[in-house]
């Protein structure tokens, strides 16, 4: 356990975890929720390694997509006589927008995907993660499931790379996710 | 005017999340974009939407915005001056 809250909102949650990581970027604000989870699990993850200019890719998947954020946006453009949707809120429209945010923070040029499944696909992730290291894509992989939708949410983050602690394989991932 | 201000002030704030931000650190002059409060080209868009929702202003040239939103102090003039709500 690194930090709990009783709040059940979810913004509020995330700032206080933000503030407990003591992070310092204002840009943070302005993320939508689903960016925000997956920023705040990278930080848990990189905080402690030497990210800049390393060769980390990121292979995210989820199964509500930006559902979260499209929805907001819908709200914004349902009415037509009070039509006025926020820029703000569309960029985010895209669920790959969240490692766009974790590449700038860690000035991360790698190759990065995000793909929406029903559930955590440990065979695709193991294999897709196997084949970036393998041939020499990346030093290392972000990746894992970052999933929102209103006041559910889910963060599985973990990195692969040449000398990890445990084997990478389709069942530790597994157990990983389910444990 | 002092109201107008104020009201931008704080509405800027909200609307654009500056978290970090309290309204009595934003002077009248201060650089919205760039060394000022650092607002981005998200955060312009974001400032002409409101100009139409609040103020009943619409721009129809988006490069209006980089005179307008100079500083707080050139908003409310324009703002006092074009306003249709």
Do not use: C
Request: proline share 2%; aromatic share 10%; hydrophobic share 35%.
């Amino acid at each position: 356990m690194i930090f709990s809250e009783d709040n059940p909102q979810v913004k509020d949650f995330f700032k206080s975890v933000y503030q407990f990581l003591g992070i310092k970027y204002s840009k943070f604000f302005k993320m939508d929720s689903l960016s925000k989870l997956a920023f705040l699990s990278a930080e848990i993850i990189l905080k402690d390694t030497v990210s800049e200019g390393k060769n980390i890719a990121i292979i995210l998947s989820n199964n509500a997509s930006s559902l979260d954020t499209d929805r907001k946006h819908q709200n914004s453009i349902n009415d037509s006589e009070s039509y006025f949707p926020s820029p703000a809120v569309f960029v985010y429209t895209l669920p790959n927008i969240g490692i766009g945010e974790i590449s700038i923070r860690h000035q991360l040029k790698s190759e990065n995907g995000f793909f929406v499944f029903d559930k955590y696909n440990a065979n695709f992730h193991y294999n897709y993660e196997k084949s970036l290291i393998n041939n020499n894509k990346s030093d290392s992989v972000l990746a894992g499931w970052v999933n929102i939708d209103e006041d559910s949410y889910e963060a599985f983050l973990y990195l692969v790379s040449e000398n990890g602690t445990l084997e990478h394989t389709e069942q530790n991932l597994k157990q990983l996710y389910t444990n | 005017m002092d109201d107008l201000k104020l009201e931008l002030k704080n509405n800027i704030i909200e609307l654009l999340n500056l978290e970090d931000v309290n309204v009595d650190e934003i002077k009248d002059d201060d650089s919205l974009f760039g060394d000022g409060l650092g607002l981005d080209s998200i955060d312009a868009l974001e400032l002409i939407v409101m100009l139409d929702k609040d103020y009943g202003i619409r721009l129809s040239d988006p490069k209006e915005g980089k005179r307008i939103f100079e500083s707080i102090e050139i908003m409310a003039a324009y703002i006092s001056e074009h306003r249709t709500k």
